[in-house]
């Protein structure tokens, strides 16, 4: 089983500053985190890596600084690790970010098919909720959002069931893989970095792909423009 999780390099929101005619986030200066919503995707990859073998490819979209978000990934057991980094993706909205993220995902899938690919329910620098299903509607993947738990996966009939909540309740879901899920807040503790993670986080090789490494050629799909 090979499971991707975007994540995001996010400024930490009580210093986020907006730019006053373009209306984009200003980053600079501002300290960085991992968006928190993204860390409860990635413990929930890496407990169902524990329960069904397999691997986790950690994704993200950003500025070189977001190399650190990545080795943190690695640090709590991710495998691998893609930074998608180009001028041309500056000022990407969530349309913009889902194509790009999406391109980048067909290019990992030609190396090794990919049967789920989680995200947090949102980011909070921008809270849409917008780019994990854009990511599925590009991907032409089945979406399951706010997801609070994966009750079962059936690897030989690519079948998935998992619990999701919603205002009357909780929903209980049958679906098939290949499937994106938007993972809830609580839905899990994220686990502790081991040493042996640490240091491998350290000297990992991290891939950093340009835009044409990430597949994507029309640059008005991307950015400002995009």
């Given at each position: 089983?090979?499971?991707?999780?975007c994540i995001k390099q996010v400024p930490d929101s009580a210093q986020i500053r907006v730019h006053p005619v373009t209306n984009t986030i200003m980053r600079q200066g501002v300290p960085a985190i991992v968006n928190p919503y993204d860390l409860y995707a990635l413990e929930e990859a890496l407990k169902l890596k524990d329960e069904y073998g397999g691997r986790v490819t950690v994704l993200t979209m950003g500025p070189p600084m977001a190399e650190a978000a990545l080795r943190k990934a690695i640090s709590y057991g991710a495998d691998d690790a893609i930074l998608v980094t180009d001028r041309a993706f500056a000022g990407s909205d969530t349309l913009a970010t889902s194509c790009a993220l999406a391109s980048a995902i067909t290019q990992i899938h030609k190396d090794m098919p990919v049967d789920l690919i989680f995200t947090g329910k949102q980011t909070i620098d921008g809270d849409t909720a917008q780019v994990g299903p854009g990511i599925a509607?590009?991907?032409?993947?089945?979406?399951?959002?706010?997801?609070?738990?994966?009750?079962?996966?059936d690897?030989?009939?690519?079948q998935i069931v998992v619990e999701?909540?919603?205002?009357?309740?909780?929903?209980?879901?049958?679906?098939?893989?290949?499937?994106?899920?938007?993972v809830l807040e609580g839905t899990n503790e994220m686990r502790f970095a081991t040493m042996a993670n640490?240091?491998?986080?350290?000297?990992?090789?991290?891939?950093?792909?340009?835009?044409?490494?990430?597949?994507i050629e029309d640059i008005t799909k991307i950015g400002l423009k995009g």
């Open positions: 089983m090979h499971i991707v999780v509607k590009r991907l032409d993947m089945q979406l399951l959002t706010y997801v609070s738990k994966v009750r079962s996966i690897l030989d009939k690519k999701r909540r919603s205002e009357g309740g909780v929903q209980v879901l049958n679906t098939s893989l290949p499937s994106l899920i938007t640490m240091f491998r986080a350290s000297r990992y090789p991290l891939k950093v792909w340009n835009r044409e490494q990430a597949g």
